[in-house]
């Protein structure tokens, strides 16, 4: 069986993830206290109203499954009478054994309840762990888990399980509590197999010499390249004389003929210099004569 511890509060019962939720009412128990009493907080007083009524009374061997509603994580919930709570152990454990078989033949794999008050939790952890026909998974709620933790680890010290019975343990922790070590159940070492000798190393084998490769030769180095002389500034042009601008000549007036300006006489050539042809004459303005007059105008020029 896999056994999971929880403190007992509201907050620890809504993170718990369980299929059915089993709760042990006594007898005489009025008003429910504990897990069953938590319970009935959260279902708004209706464990009480079942109480009222009578269709739950508490006596041992009653056994009553109800929907938990959706104010409970839980699918299914389960209620078994355990009678007055004033019995003894061997009382108390046969009622657990029996609420566990039922749950079992439901079909149920995952349970959280809280074992009776007067129920040592040795003797309760103990018939936890000796009913093989319970569910798979058991939560356990209690004001004190390390309690119940401690009390698994002295049940598990005094007698080894088989292997296939082993318990296995899991304690969450909470803001208000802290992580609980469990000791390990004593687990039978299988014996190891024979070590087969190793066999002898075999002597690698030394890689073949390679063959030199044929070395190329080097390409001769390139004879320096011959020094080029520089070339020699070329000679400057002499200096050419600038031929005066000439003066542009007014225009005649209408009707005068054209007159012709002199031509400007050349200037002679520097010594020693290039011949220069002479200038081109300046440009001459073309005056058109006056125009004559038409043959009809000198007609009407002839009558007074």
């Known amino acids: 069986m896999d056994l999971s511890f929880f403190p007992l509060t509201l907050e620890a019962i809504d ?5 059915s939720l089993c709760l042990f009412i006594a007898s005489d128990e009025r008003p429910l206290t504990g897990l069953a009493g938590l319970a009935d907080w959260r279902l708004s007083g209706r464990l009480s109203r079942l109480l ?13 499954l109800t929907p938990p509603g959706v104010r409970l994580p839980f699918q299914k ?11 003894s ?11 566990l078989r039922k749950l079992a033949h439901a079909g149920v794999r995952e349970a959280a309840m809280q074992l009776p008050a007067r129920l040592s939790p040795e003797v309760g952890v103990r018939t936890l762990i000796d009913e093989l026909q319970g569910p798979e998974r058991a939560m356990l709620f209690a004001a004190d888990p390390q309690r119940l933790v401690s009390a698994l680890s002295q049940a598990a010290s005094r007698s080894s399980p088989p292997p296939d019975a082993r318990p296995v343990v899991k304690v969450p922790t909470s803001p208000g509590m802290a992580p609980v070590k469990v000791p390990a159940p004593p687990v039978r070492v299988q014996p190891r197999a024979p070590v087969l000798p190793t066999p002898p190393d075999v002597p690698k084998a030394s890689p ?4 030199p490769l044929p070395s190329a030769p080097l390409p001769e180095a390139a004879p320096p390249a011959a020094q080029i002389p520089k070339a020699s500034p070329l000679p400057l042009a002499p200096e050419v004389p600038i031929a005066p601008v000439a003066e542009p000549t ?12 002199p031509a400007p006489s050349p200037s002679p050539p520097a010594p020693g210099g290039p011949q220069l042809k002479p200038p081109p004459p300046p440009p001459q303005r073309y005056v ?8 009809f105008e000198r007609g009407k020029r002839k009558k007074p």
């Open 250 to 261: 007014p225009a005649p007036p209408l009707g005068a003929a054209p007159v012709e300006s």
């Open 208 to 211: 073949l010499p390679s063959a």
């Open 288 to 295: 058109p004569p006056p125009p004559k007059p038409h043959v």
């Open 15 to 19: 993170e718990a993830a369980a299929e």
């Open 52 to 64: 009222r009524s009578g269709l739950l009374s508490g006596e041992a061997g009653e056994a009553v």
């Open 77 to 87: 919930l389960f209620l078994f009478g355990i009678g007055a709570s004033d019995q």
């Open 89 to 99: 152990d061997e009382s108390l454990v046969q009622h657990v054994a029996e609420a």
